[in-house]
């Protein structure tokens, strides 16, 4: 095993290897099948029986005899292991197929980035340990040297190329000329030796850049050292690949980690574009999970891992289930497509003095206060239990803490703390920081109640998933009926908030009302705002996003919220969001719904001036790009819908696109004859390129409608 330090006050980073042979365990009731599977080890370089022990079930919390196995060969033993399942697919594996560092890291108490004592001679590591845990919240900015790597290059196997390369470390900016590539290789190499950076940032690294630059270095033989770990081989390849998550196609680009220093490409990292680098480092922090392989996989993948080494560390062995839990994406898509909660519509309608509450992190509230986890739901060992999930009827555990309720409660109660933070920092990059570090966590939480519903989740479980939601469904009713007893009036609730009219309460009523919710529900309950004025619309069906809420509204300090409209869905055109942006701004000065009446002048005026550029062709055709998640390859589609004209348009250009990229068009004809001629993808955009201003006009007249509508009255406000 090898560890990179950044020993305190010093220059130089420090590499030290330490020898790791883990045990794995493997199980079964039938003495003959372990003897077959023995007889086909004793040829293994990776494993070396050791004999029969005793773990404790993860399941039921039983003892069970396994057998241990010793793994002496780290490289070799993943690619072993699934051979030896293919082999003896009867017998239950344990401790198998976690990656070794990251399986060290629960073992010994480590995670990445960690502030630790450690020993070393020579070479070898003796001893390491941290001095501060997963839970702490305290812990500087880990001191990095960061570069930024920019180039543009071509891959194809026949002609690879490079147009441009340059390496930025503070204020230095190195620029190469790609004429010589031999020399710029060696250059590159100097300069990295130089200095050596921790962390390598790219935008597109994972898809083009390096690959290329891979390529072309290997071509001349010219080992990067882009590594810095020695003598590292990786197979070059563009393709990433597609697969489906909960009924959505994603893609996924091909990975470029680097050994001995990071690489973070800013397209293929879901935590760097939420919360910077400061999230993602405290994600892999909290989850054990190294930083490069944080950055690249699903939150899932992190939430697991959280799992994982609580199990492990309980003394449980890791159950190994064939499949690697994958295709994790949002936890808001699911949350969006499962509507287990839902059970209002709302009246739609603009409304004055509205106030709306927010249960704070419902799902995994639930998990911790009710005990929900994959192993308490119909337990082995409380068939009596007086703890039932309502509509249900499944039984709770009452001897057992869950797994789940055990391993989100640090992960809660520290994003509490960071929040706390957040509000009490002076300066705006410490505000930055601790937001950073709440907003990684909170994408953690929401993970977790989607990851017990998949069925791939190593520790998935539907019951649990189901309980949760009924939980959720019976809180939210008695919040709708407490508020209502107390004479409010609800607008509408969902999921986790409710709104309610106010007729003259005063805020400590509010107050009041919430703690009295709360005892109800055993659920925290937050105020998010008080508005002005909101306006409900009308639920529409889109294309694939069924949209439960479609709002926007003025907070009494001027704020605005807005969900499910125009501006904030990626379907729209930039051009039509501006504009849709620019009224909300107008909408925002007015406190009342009887002075947004009274600017009725100022907006007929920037709505014409809108709609009149559109018409003088005045829009930069950059600004009217749509974008589209392609479901399949340009020869799968069979239909010529946009999108399916958009990839065979790609596919002529070279551009193979598959199942999950996105392809980006303007509408040049929507009614064209040949349906070639109705769009023309962003490559193939010219300056002369006409776009079809009807069709952009109407989009401008439904984001204008969505707005003024509900307050002024259906279509009096646009003539085309
Ligand atoms: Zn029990």
């Not at 039932?388 to 989100?408: D, F």
């Not at 109660?413 to 909170?442: G, V």
Request: aromatic letters at 10%.
């Amino acid at each position: 095993m090898v560890f990179w330090f950044i020993p305190e006050g010093g220059e130089d980073r420090l590499r030290l290897v330490q020898p790791y042979t883990p045990s794995c365990y493997v199980e079964t009731q039938d003495s003959s099948k372990l003897d077959r599977f023995l007889a086909s080890l004793s040829k293994s370089p990776s494993f070396v029986p050791v004999g029969r022990t005793h773990k404790k079930d993860f399941w039921t919390g039983k003892d069970r005899e396994l057998y241990e196995l010793k793994v002496v060969n780290l490289d070799r033993a993943y690619q072993e292991i699934n051979q030896l399942y293919r082999k003896h697919p009867d017998l239950s594996y344990y401790d198998c197929d976690i990656p070794f560092e990251q399986f060290f890291g629960y073992k010994h108490n480590l995670f990445p980035t960690s502030y630790c004592r450690f020993q070393y001679e020579g070479e070898n590591l003796l001893d390491c340990e941290a001095l501060e845990q997963t839970g702490d919240t305290d812990y500087p900015p880990i001191p990095l040297r960061t570069a930024q790597l920019h180039g543009e290059g071509y891959l194809d196997p026949r002609r690879a190329s490079l147009q441009y390369l340059a390496l930025q470390m503070g204020d230095a900016t190195i620029e190469w000329e790609t004429d010589n590539l031999s020399d710029l290789f060696h250059s590159l190499n100097a300069y990295l030796d130089d200095w050596d950076p921790d962390l390598i940032w790219t935008t597109g690294g994972d898809s083009l850049l390096m690959p290329c630059l891979f390529h072309l270095a290997g071509r001349l033989n010219i080992p990067l050292r882009l590594d810095r770990e020695p003598g590292v081989r990786r197979k070059i390849g563009l393709e990433g690949r597609s697969y489906v998550s909960y009924g959505r196609i994603v893609y996924r680009d091909p990975d470029y980690p680097l050994w001995g220093r990071w690489h973070i490409d800013h397209r293929n990292c879901f935590l760097d574009h939420e919360s910077d680098l400061d999230g993602l480092i405290e994600a892999s922090r909290v989850s054990r999970l190294p930083v490069q392989r944080m950055a690249r996989r699903s939150i899932g993948t992190g939430i697991s891992s959280v799992q994982m080494a609580y199990v492990s560390q309980r003394g449980y062995p890791i159950p190994w289930k064939k499949s690697q839990p994958e295709g994790w994406k949002t936890g808001m898509q699911l949350i969006t497509a499962d509507r287990g909660g839902m059970t209002y519509m709302p009246k739609p309608g603009a409304y004055e003095n509205v106030v709306e509450l927010d249960f704070v992190s419902m799902y995994p509230s639930i998990m911790t206060n009710f005990n929900i986890s994959p192993e308490t739901i119909d337990c082995a060992c409380c068939p009596d239990s007086k703890l039932r999930v309502p509509e249900l009827g499944y039984r709770i555990c009452e001897k057992r803490k869950g797994m789940i309720s055990g391993s989100l409660i640090s992960i809660l109660e520290k994003r509490i703390e960071y929040k706390q933070k957040m509000r009490a920092a002076k300066d705006p990059r410490e505000y930055k920081r601790y937001k950073n570090l709440q907003t990684s966590l909170k994408w953690l939480l929401v993970c977790c109640f989607g990851y017990l519903g998949y069925k791939n989740a190593r520790f998935g479980r539907i019951e649990a998933h189901e309980s949760i939601c009924a939980i959720s469904r019976e809180m939210l009713l008695r919040t709708r009926e407490l508020c209502e007893e107390k004479d409010y009036s609800v607008i509408h609730s969902l999921v986790d908030c409710v709104w309610l009219q106010l007729n003259g309460q005063s805020h400590e009523e509010i107050d009041t009302l919430c703690r009295e919710i709360e005892k109800e529900t055993d659920l925290p309950l937050g105020i998010e705002g008080y508005y002005s004025w909101l306006v409900f619309l009308p639920s529409t069906q889109h294309e694939d996003l069924p949209v439960p809420a479609r709002y926007f509204g003025r907070f009494e300090d001027g704020s605005l919220k807005y969900r499910g409209i125009e501006i904030r869905r990626g379907d729209q055109a930039p051009y039509v969001q501006i504009v849709q942006g620019e009224m909300l701004e107008m909408l925002s000065k007015a406190e009342t719904l009887s002075a947004i009446r009274a600017m009725e002048a100022d907006l007929r005026a920037l709505v014409e001036e809108a709609d009149q550029r559109l018409v003088e062709r005045q829009v930069d055709l950059q600004d009217l790009l749509l974008k589209r998640k392609l479901s399949r390859t340009a020869e799968e589609y069979k239909s010529n819908a946009m999108s399916a004209t958009a990839a065979r348009q790609s596919a002529r250009i070279g551009k193979n696109l598959i199942g999950g990229q996105d392809v980006h068009f303007v509408v040049v004809d929507r009614k064209a004859g040949n349906p070639d001629e109705r769009i023309k993808i962003v490559e193939l955009l010219r300056q002369e390129t006409d776009f079809d201003v009807d069709f952009y006009r109407e989009q401008l007249r439904r984001a204008v409608g969505t707005l003024l509508d509900p307050i002024f009255g259906k279509g009096k406000f646009y003539k085309v």
